[in-house]
């Protein structure tokens, strides 16, 4: 069946140095991506979201950038910090319902 | 900033037992959801609220669910008869109109079935 999947379930960072998250999925009709950190105990939170007729989009210290080739989403966070631990989920954004990947654990070094 | 609320944070119940899970959503959103995530598993739709009436429903979401905003700022999950596979965390979330898309998540409740 059609999902949304990232490509490693841990990422290890040292504090300062930049992150990218992966995440691939499958339903070419998707047009609506997002990214959202989950922190422990908490919802998922909102982070930054993308359509599909665009292929980079920028926050504030992330950037997501979108491959319809190759159906590849990623999210990029500059100098990460402490504050940054979380697991990221994208998400694919169909007729209204999230339907998630199974989220990167993002652990940063001091 | 505006938020999601959810009560109980953490709900434990014997099997069998019904048990109701509320929400406040964001003040003027109009269009709610509940998730759910068991533990160390992805988050699943279960259910989408519009208008007083059911949107959609995933196969998760059966005939053991219901879900109704019983005034003008609760919106509240039922589970009538609660199985040991319904532990999971449960999310809300709500969206504020047709041409928004973000949906935004409260704390969650977790649920123990013993």
Redesign the interface.
């Known amino acids: 069946g059609e999902s949304v999947g990232l490509h490693l379930p841990t990422l290890s960072v040292q504090e300062g140095d930049n992150s990218i998250i992966n995440c691939a999925y499958s339903n070419s009709a998707s047009d609506y991506f997002i990214w959202y950190k989950q922190e422990s105990g908490k919802g998922p939170q909102f982070i930054i979201d993308i359509r599909s007729n665009m292929d980079k989009r920028q926050g504030q210290r992330v950037t997501v950038l979108l491959n319809k080739t190759v159906k590849h989403l990623s999210l990029q966070i500059a100098a990460t910090q402490p504050g940054d631990s979380a697991v990221y989920f994208c998400a694919e954004n169909k007729d209204y319902k999230l339907s998630f990947g199974a989220g990167t654990t993002v652990t940063v070094r001091a | 900033e505006p938020e ?1 609320t ?1 009560t109980p944070s953490h709900q434990v119940t014997q099997m069998g037992q019904e048990v109701i899970l509320r929400c406040v959503p964001i003040s003027n959103h109009l ?1 709610f ?1 509940w ?1 759910r995530q068991i533990l160390g ?5 279960l259910v ?1 609220f519009y208008n007083n009436e059911i ?2 429903k ?1 196969e998760i979401f059966d005939d053991q669910f219901s879900v109704e905003r019983p005034d003008g700022s609760n919106f509240t999950l039922k589970i009538r008869s609660t199985k040991l596979e319904d532990s999971a965390m449960y ?1 809300c ?1 709500s ?1 504020a109109g047709p041409f928004t ?8 409740t977790r649920l123990t079935v013993l």
């Open positions: 999601v959810q269009y959801y998730y598993q992805k988050v699943e739709f989408s949107s959609e995933s999310f979330a969206r898309d973000t949906q935004y998540f409260g704390p969650g």
